[in-house]
């Protein structure tokens, strides 16, 4: 069973950025796009955006939409949420998947990281 597991998360002020990255522990037969979600304390968990692997489109919540980028390195088995303009609400708890496209969007998310925790202060 191939693992996720996310890393870069940490506190940083308004303004400020992270870059989050997701490593596969061996290539994703199953899976031909990966998601990044978040989930703050008393929330729903989230979609932050989507890369499709076949071309590598990318997807994003309106809420992060110019802020937000997602880039993968195929060699490295790796996807990154690079964050920028980070505000309060972007504190969360942010997980990788990996899922299935279909529809047109990526779904069917059958593989989960143990996510990586971001806060934002004011």
């Known amino acids: 069973q191939v693992r996720l597991v996310e890393s870069g998360g940490g506190s940083v002020q308004t303004g400020g950025s992270l870059r989050l990255s997701c490593v596969a522990s061996?290539?994703?037969?199953?899976?031909?796009?990966m998601g990044w979600h978040r989930q703050a304390p008393g929330k729903e968990r989230e979609g932050v955006g989507t890369?499709?692997?076949?071309?590598?489109?990318?997807y994003y919540a309106d809420s992060v939409k110019g802020r937000f980028t997602i880039s993968e390195d195929n060699a490295k088995n790796t996807v990154y949420l690079q964050m920028n303009s980070l505000k309060p609400e972007d504190t969360a708890m942010y997980y990788c998947?990996?899922?299935?496209?279909?529809?047109?969007?990526?779904?069917?998310?059958?593989?989960w990281g143990q996510g990586t925790q971001v806060t934002v202060s004011s």
């Open positions: 890369i499709y692997r076949l071309g590598g489109s990318t």
């Open positions: 998947a990996a899922g299935v496209w279909l529809g047109g969007r990526c779904q069917e998310y059958h593989i």
């Open positions: 061996g290539y994703i037969h199953s899976s031909n796009c």
